[in-house]
């Protein structure tokens, strides 16, 4: 066993390169993600019957669509309509608009939830527009949204190891590779959930942190 | 794609049912049992359940599948793709619904629990004449979205061999180099199930919201 | 000759939580057929001394006995387990202050419950004492009801009912009426007059001082965790010993002026 160890050891450089871009993938779709949410909100709660029906109808058909099969039809699928990906543009398409949906769910959520009262002060004193949104909006928006968000990146941190199946090489595909030459399948795929928890005991402490910020300001 | 692959398409269908069930029914008692030795503070084994709980929440199911299918003949288990699955589904979905159900027991009223206690229920009676009764009502809008969930990540079984509905639809499309049709049919098998449970849930909420309020 | 039983024996109870000590070196006894009132002002440990007496809360030093029996240590002194404190508490019936009612269950089955699961007795025995305590506490018609749909004073008084159905030898009271709105008060301490008047032993910690001082047998006074006082409710109230007891009194008295009791 040990023995298995020093050989995924040797193998480091692929694992590491791998659970870099694990994370690479993670945040890039994580922030496109968050910031395509930011789009789709407003129009989800429109007073246009027509954008937000639309949209609404997006965010439900992602929440019942399983994510591999979504990256299945991006990357396999879309070829047919004549638009070829390579396997990173796919990955990181499929995660970025499927978790779209779930960031805008969790956006709206959030602002249902929020008080009225310290915007409109806001606009009684004059702050307008970008500002507004910028300076009185967003920050209260965010830490309460702050561990929903978290959860939702652990999630797209998961979700791109399915990614595998379409020989993306991140750190699933990593772990499996080392385990199909060296035969050390427990080693290599322990390693990479360790390296997955340790990813994810970040992004909670992340968490923590913005919900400590958020407490002190409750 | 013609009526035989369809025919396909709707055996995964059957397998990717029957394994979702094997996990959820199997997961849901053992996430229960996982989630009271935290709540009873057994010593060294609630340890144990929380950075297994921990561990598997952060852990890709496909990585976990790809674990045990590789590794336990490695050390002599024989293990099938369709026993891996269950084991993969059940080690997972166990792990969420410890979460779910501990969150219940942790706000569970004490004074309840202490009225048990005056009158002389021993532990085995007030977990299952007070607690439990109240604590499924509380948990299951969670344990149906952890349901869903767990519908949602079935198609990574694919990856072990086992033919669900993804793999069904992966193998027509390289048949037949018209993948979209198949994925489309995927779809549409898949969604009304999720939906179906989503809408559950959203129910079980709603319904739960107008009794308290009553 | 008068029958004088002992059924509570308290022999130097202490208890701290953290640095702070709730409870230093209490002791008293309760003689069958007395209602004890436990009186003091917020913080002297009232409460946690009632939750000493059937091992909710377990105290740090100090023995209680019920009849003779010591509560939560067994005769080779160790410490009993769940299942040996369960059967002694089967003994002690206890009232809580936000009345502790099991809302899955109708106010009938929250009374037959524990007779059935817990002292085994026949289902058709326990719905027919079951119904009488209902009849006895005025709740009748609320028997299929849950508690959810009760006023605080109906809670309270099915409450005192389901510690009855088990035939306690002891009643415990932790505030019974605190958390009720002042005109449904009335209720539940005309059921407990009542008891009082049948001969039930009572230990009831309260800050109805009229109700004390009507249906009081003794009064104990507790303060920072100490018996300060103890005597009959006339001596109390109007001859006080001590001067804590005496301010604690003086400010009974102006809150009722005030219209605040």
Known sequence: ?218 | MSAGDLLAILQGAVVTVTLSLAGILIGLPIGLALAVLRWADVPIVARIVAVYVSVLRATPLVTLLLLLFFALPNIGIAIGPISAAILALVMNTAAFNCEVWRASLMNFPKDQYEAAQSVGMNAALRFRRIVLPQIVRVSLPGLVNEMSLLIKVTPVLAVVGVVDITRAAVRIGAQTYDPLPPFLVAIALYAPIVFLLVSLQRWIERRQLRMAAA | MRDVTKVLDVVGISKHFGDLEVLRDISFQVQKGETVCVLGPSGSGKSTLLRCINWLERPDAGQIYLSGQEIGVTAGGVVMGDRELSHIRTHIGMVFQHFALWPHLTVLQNLMEAPIQVQKRPKAEVREEALALLAKVGLSDKRDVFPAKLSGGQKQRVGIARALAMKPDLLLFDEPTSALDPELVGEVLVVMRELAREGMTMVIVTHEMGFAREAATRVLFLDHGRVVETGSPEQFFSRPETDRARQFIQRYANDAANGRR
């Open chain 1, 1 to 218: 066993m040990i023995h298995d160890f020093g050989i995924v050891w040797s193998e480091r450089s692929l694992l590491l390169s791998g659970l870099g871009n694990t994370t690479i993938l993670s945040i890039l779709s994580a922030v496109a993600a968050l910031l395509l949410g930011f789009m789709l909100t407003p129009a989800l709660m429109s007073k246009q019957a027509w954008l937000s029906w639309i949209v609404r109808g997006f965010v439900d058909g992602m929440r019942c669509v399983p994510f591999l099969l979504f990256a299945y039809i991006v990357y396999y699928g879309l070829p047919s309509l004549g638009l070829r990906l390579d396997n990173w543009t796919s990955g990181l398409l499929a995660l970025t608009i499927y978790n779209a949906a779930y960031m805008a769910e969790i956006l709206r959520g959030a602002w249902a939830s929020q008080p009225r009262e310290p915007i409109e002060a806001g606009v009684a004193f004059g702050f307008s527009n970008l500002s507004l949104f910028r300076r009185i909006v967003l920050p209260p928006l965010l830490l309460a949204a702050g561990p929903v968000i978290g959860n939702q990146i652990i999630q797209i941190v998961k979700d791109s190891a399915f990614l595998t199946i379409i020989a993306l090489p991140e750190l699933t595909h990593a772990a499996a590779s080392i385990q199909s030459r060296h035969y050390v399948p427990f080693a290599a795929f322990i390693t990479a959930v360790f390296l997955y928890w340790g990813l994810c005991l970040v992004i909670e402490a992340g968490v923590t942190t913005i919900d400590r910020l958020a407490a002190a300001r409750r």
